[in-house]
């Protein structure tokens, strides 16, 4: 399994992006999928997980109301779009999966996802 995330970019305050993943042969389907993201010099931190299911959805509350998580089964890709992008957004973002239907607490935690994209880099100007 090989996830690539892409759609990163270089963009104004206040401008949307939308990123996407999948991994790169289109066999893998995960349970549940993610993003998190890491700004310079600062840890790792959650963005935003969804179940495939669609049954359960969760954001970090520093993104919440601005950026929605979603996915299309059939083709084994999923997106964060990004709205209202503020400067503080600016980090790289990674995508995320795993096999396992994690529950909502659980969500946010790193270890629980088995393979990882290589990130793509977002970028807000003020």
């Known amino acids: 399994v090989q996830l690539q995330a892409s759609g990163g970019g270089l963009v104004q305050a206040g401008d949307s992006l939308r990123l996407s993943c999948a991994d790169s042969?289109?066999?893998?389907?995960?349970?549940?999928m993610g993003w998190f993201r890491q700004a310079p010099g600062k840890e790792r931190e959650f963005v935003a997980a969804?179940?495939?299911?669609?049954?359960?959805?969760y954001y970090a509350a520093s993104v919440r109301g601005r950026f929605t998580i979603s996915k299309d089964n059939a083709k084994n890709t999923w997106y964060l779009q990004m709205n209202s992008l503020k400067s503080t957004d600016t980090a790289v973002y990674y995508c995320?999966?795993?096999?396992?239907?994690?529950?909502?607490?659980?969500?946010?935690?790193?270890?629980?996802?088995?393979?990882w994209g290589q990130g793509t880099l977002v970028t807000v100007s003020s």
């Open positions: 969804i179940r495939r299911s669609g049954t359960t959805i």
């Open positions: 042969g289109r066999t893998y389907s995960p349970s549940t």
């Open positions: 995320a999966a795993t096999s396992s239907n994690l529950i909502m607490s659980s969500m946010p935690t790193a270890g629980w996802y088995d393979y």
